[in-house]
């Protein structure tokens, strides 16, 4: 799958898996010492994040948890229409199911871009990495 169209000529995968490599060397990860940088795309805007660990694990933010709360801090709702995700070592590091079904949430039809250092990257829908999600529509269903 090539990149979204949606996305913009400036937003291709190559670039967004680039500038999600960058920012994954700002994570905190003293605990794992797995560093993983995240990019969000709205169609106004782009947002970073990074993971931030803790000692008490519970309390670690992933990086598109983080990327997703600055986009809601500066009043972006989305939709993303595209995830990038790097992280550390060989595979492709997809988001985990919490991630999956916060990417939903702003974005149903989001690409998704994951990669880690050797650069063969996964690309998917984030309906195909969270098939029959839960989300908003869903969930107005049991307010009738």
Do not use: K, W
Request: hydrophobic share 40%; proline share 8%.
């Amino acid at each position: 799958m090539r990149p979204d169209p949606r996305v913009g000529p400036t937003h291709d995968e190559a670039d967004l898996l680039r500038r999600a490599r960058d920012v994954r060397a700002r994570a905190y990860a003293p605990y794992s010492q797995f560093h993983v940088g995240a990019i969000v795309v709205t169609p106004t805007a782009t947002y970073a994040g990074v993971n931030v660990e803790n000692a008490s694990y519970r309390m670690t933010t992933c990086a598109e948890q983080t990327a997703i709360a600055r986009m809601v801090a500066e009043g972006d709702r989305g939709p993303i229409l595209a995830v990038a995700v790097v992280g550390d070592g060989a595979d492709p590091c997809t988001p985990c199911g919490a991630c999956r079904q916060t990417i939903f949430e702003f974005g149903p039809d989001a690409v998704v871009y994951a990669s880690g250092d050797a650069g063969h990257p996964l690309v998917a829908r984030i309906t195909e990495l969270l098939p029959h999600g839960f989300g908003p529509h869903r969930l107005a269903q049991g307010q009738r």
